[in-house]
């Protein structure tokens, strides 16, 4: 593969949406942008082209005659820039056949060409500019679905990950440097004390577990969760979704069988992404489409993070109820939530016998007038294991925590080589792999075979 220096790309840096965006970003990279994009524009006056200058000016056609479109340009000279090369930003107008038109019109010039999905930011690893975690923190700030995520992203941006891996990777050099000591000048040096060097191992293999273990909280504000409603029809489940994520996404009518698909509805509680599945009634039907529907809703069942099974306060919980708490997946958390609170409750108990005992307290709602709606949410929460993300302040990404995890189990394996009285030249196998895998986190060691495969999951223009 080329030196990335010797290459200079292109590509929208912009989100692109038909009819909407006032503005989108052509951006160049490498050492032609510069005379790339003097090819391609028409600048009046006497502006100064200068390195973090804007200037006013016309993407023009091929011949240089009529204008494409009425751009500002921003001029970053190497190694001021994102990249660490020469850059050029042309902000045009959004849409998109119009930014589409630019960025071939800088595509159609000798010695450039497309950017690969995520190449700018590959290029600003290399060239120092950012280490791999900031990279990959800018991927988790763009695809953040809550302010929480974006917090939890911008922390890692400013090289919070960096600042905890790296003195727990150095504390491992330092010990394979007293181990390798050890081994080249035994008889000039005092014994080794082992007791000591796995005493600070396992402070490494403390920091590290705590890591891991903040990492799977914070992937819940990542990714979110999926949370399946289901019931009997007409319990109220498009009613709550409704109430839930502020605007009609479901048909609610007195008619019970309405909804025969699974309808989606994204929202967020408390800072986690949550995608709310509100499945068909399910009931004994001979309607085709309906079967269909509620074959979904059981689907749903086993793929949700919690099942929420709603059942109706105002006629009790009845046979039908329990037979269908018994279809959830035994592993799937699940709570019961007893509707239409505002309502006369009926006299009905839950039977003896039943599940509901072992899992969560009932929560009692109102998906008409909100009573109960913030306890549904904090049990809900709960459910999920997502009540308690307050305290977190930055997240691995899989890769990263799979990582750690590979560290913690080649120190674990230290532990082994003590305890079988193994001579210290096992103990530095293992050492070194815990150090490469921290390093790989931080990217001080890394392929170019391993870069390739985790940009390439970054979308192009990052």
Known sequence: MADPTEETIAAIATALSPN??????????????????????????????????IVYGYVTDQDGKDHIDEVLVLILKSPRSFTGEDVIEIHCHGGLVNVERVLQRVLSQPGVRRALPGEFSKRAVLNGRIDLTRAEAISQLIAARSQRAAQLAMTGLDGGIQAQINPLREHLLNQLSEIEARIDFEEDLPALNEIEILSQLNEVKAGLSKLIDEANKGQVLHKGLQVALIGLPNVGKSSLLNRLSGQERAIVTSHPGTTRDLLESAIILQGVPITLLDTAGIRTTTNAIEKEGINRSHQALGSADVVVLIFDLSIGWSEEDAALLSKIPIDVPKLIVGNKSDLKASPKRFPKGTQSSRILPDIRISALNGEGEKEFIDALLRACGASDLNGIVLALNDRQKDLAAQAIGSLEKIQQTAENRLPLDFWTIDLREAIRSLGEITGQEVTEELLDRIFSRFCIGK
């Open 20 to 53: 909407e965006g006032g503005i989108a970003v052509v951006r160049i990279s490498g050492p032609d942008a510069e005379k790339i994009s003097k090819e391609i524009l028409s600048i009046p006056g006497k502006q100064i082209w200068a390195s973090h200058h």
